[in-house]
């Protein structure tokens, strides 16, 4: 039997099913993951330098920039087949670390969002919700193009994006949520995550520990294959589909 067979086999008959995405995922639509070096623009950048509070307190306009270009790319790509065949997915709870709004678009109902949103910023002192921010149609914000955040119209203090940064808490709810949703699943699929960024990757870890199936879909070798039941390896958007479909026919689009 394949692992292909073997996973599909799981889902059929599973009655909780948990997706848990990172940002391989969103790779086909053209997002860079966080850990491969970027292309093109902001390539000479660290990504892991710039999601710090530190780095937002020693320079906000160049942090700003770089998450309204990543604002901006998201708002110009389209979710994949990877996306829709998780939309496919009835009833399963989908918890991602994405930033961007990719599953919302592929129709997956209130993904649980553990690193936040980019389309969520907030008083960096009072918290107040910023509301919508303008659009930048016209000119790409090029390389280490600094914008100044906008202030807040309650305390005047910075606006800052609405995403969990190194050292900062996950959203309390979200996080308990996910881990219940984990606790209870027959099967989680993990899919696109390196799975070396904490508290995130206790979550396919506390369904193995409880005795549920971990499927894994990734093109390369991660910490997760330890706690995998089943390793899929190649992109989401041509596993995944494939996947949905083995396990119950006819409900993937299949494109
Ligand atoms: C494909 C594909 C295709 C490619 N198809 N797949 C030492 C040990 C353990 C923990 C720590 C430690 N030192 C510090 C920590 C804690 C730290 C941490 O985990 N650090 C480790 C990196 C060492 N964690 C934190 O700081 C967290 N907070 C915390 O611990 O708080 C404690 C606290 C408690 C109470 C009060 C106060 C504090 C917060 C972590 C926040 C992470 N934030 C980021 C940035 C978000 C905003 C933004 O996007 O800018 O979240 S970091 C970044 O990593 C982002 C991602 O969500 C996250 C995970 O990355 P992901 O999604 O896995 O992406 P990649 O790039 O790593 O991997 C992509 C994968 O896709 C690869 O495997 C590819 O192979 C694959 N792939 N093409 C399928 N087509
Ligand atoms: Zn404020």
């Known amino acids: 039997m394949t692992g292909m067979d073997k996973a599909a086999g ?3 008959a599973a009655e909780r099913v948990v997706v848990f995405t990172g940002a391989g995922i969103s790779a086909e639509s053209g997002i860079p993951t966080f850990r491969d070096a970027l292309t093109g623009l902001w390539a000479r950048f660290d990504a892991r330098q710039l999601a710090t509070p530190e780095a937002f307190r020693d320079d906000p306009d ?3 920039g770089w998450y309204e270009w990543r604002r901006a790319a998201v708002r110009r790509v389209e979710p994949n087949a990877g996306h829709r065949a998780v939309a496919a997915i009835e009833r399963c709870v989908v918890v991602t670390q994405n930033v961007d709004d990719l599953h919302e678009r592929a129709g997956s109902r209130s993904p649980i969002h553990l690193h936040g949103s980019l389309f969520e910023p907030h008083c960096s002192a009072c918290g107040l919700a910023a509301g919508d921010l303008p659009e930048h149609p016209e000119e790409p914000l090029g390389e280490g193009r600094r914008l ?6 309650r ?12 050292g900062e ?13 984990a606790a ?12 070396v960024v904490y508290p995130a990757a206790e979550i396919p870890q506390v369904t193995a520990r409880l005795g549920g199936h ?18 899929l390896t190649g992109p989401a958007a041509e ?5 949905v479909d083995a396990a119950w026919p006819g409900r993937s689009d299949g494109s």
């Open 10 to 12: 799981m889902l059929a």
């Open 169 to 181: 808490a996950l959203p309390t709810h979200a996080f308990e949520e996910a881990v219940e949703a």
């Open 148 to 153: 100044p955040p906008p202030t807040c119209g």
């Open 184 to 195: 209870n699943a027959d099967v989680l699929l993990t899919v696109g995550t390196s799975g």
């Open 214 to 231: 971990v499927i894994q879909i990734n093109p390369e070798p991660t910490p997760l294959d330890e706690v995998a039941t089943v390793n």
């Open 239 to 243: 596993i995944l589909p494939a996947l």
């Open 62 to 64: 160049l942090v700003w």
């Open 155 to 166: 305390c005047g203090a910075l606006v800052r994006p609405g995403v969990v940064w190194f």
